[in-house]
T-cell receptor, first 111, second 116 residues
Framework: RKEVEQDPGPFNVPEGATVAFNCTYS??????FFWYRQDCRKEPKLLMS???SGNEDGRFTAQLNRASQYISLLIRDSKLSDSATYLC????????????FGTGTQLKVEL | EPEVTQTPSHQVTQMGQEVILRCVPI?????FYWYRQILGQKVEFLVS????????KSEIFDDQFSVERPDGSNFTLKIRSTKLEDSAMYFC??????????????FGQGTRLTVV
């Protein structure tokens, strides 16, 4: 099983749509969870941390299910500028501060 | 907004040559990292550095690689004898001392290394 697994997409959605991405992780000892966004040939940029109770930041909502080792990201009212690759990231394995990245899910928002 | 800065943005080197990639982490951060991303692949962890020593490293980070914090601001990655397969984007990142397991890391814009 891959350490962090994501559907690579691409997800092609019209502007204004709601889109959801899922991610599963294999290391049950992971304590920190994140969604990063990466534009083509650019650095990963932190979108949001994911907390056990779920959290929201504007149009973005993240959920964590520790029992299922599953993380989700919901984007509401998607905009052209949301087009990017969304990276699911967890710390570990082995604890510590190292981050393990998924391969990313590509989102294309169209007119 | 504070940011991680990396130089150069692009480095072309001949196979077998040594390269040094440079990074200036965010000033109040104490953990520093190098990651790499081969074109079309996922971001991979190389090494983390804290309190002037390596705290963790991956299998990729073999004897050809070394890191150093030569002064109070710079953090460098050296590749002693580059191979074609070292061609990748190298990202430096930094984070504060983690609290409650939160290890938010902020990335520099990357150095694209091309080995020919």
């Amino acid at each position: 099983r891959k350490e962090v697994e994501q559907d690579p997409g691409p997800f092609n959605v019209p502007e204004g749509a709601t889109v959801a991405f899922n991610c599963t992780y294999s290391n049950s000892a992971s304590q920190s969870f994140f969604w990063y966004r990466q534009d083509c040939r650019k650095e990963p940029k932190l979108l949001m941390s994911v907390y056990s109770s779920g959290n929201e930041d504007g149009r973005f909502t993240a959920q964590l299910n520790r029992a299922s080792q599953y993380i989700s990201l919901l984007i509401r009212d998607s905009k052209l500028s949301d087009s990017a690759t969304y990276l699911c990231v967890v710390n570990g394995p082995g604890g510590g501060n190292k981050l393990t990245f998924g391969t990313g899910t590509q989102l294309k928002v169209e007119l | 907004e504070p940011e991680v800065t990396q130089t150069p943005s692009h480095q072309v080197t001949q196979m077998g040559q040594e390269v040094i990639l440079r990074c200036v982490p965010i000033s109040n951060h104490l953990y520093f990292y190098w990651y790499r991303q081969i074109l079309g692949q996922k971001v991979e962890f190389l090494v983390s550095f804290y309190n002037n020593e390596i705290s963790e490293k991956s299998e990729i980070f073999d004897d050809q690689f070394s890191v150093e914090r030569p002064d109070g601001s710079n953090f460098t990655l050296k590749i002693r004898s580059t191979k074609l397969e070292d061609s990748a984007m190298y990202f430096c990142a930094s984070s504060e001392v983690p609290t409650r397991g939160n290890t938010e890391a902020f990335f520099g814009q990357g150095t694209r290394l091309t080995v020919v």
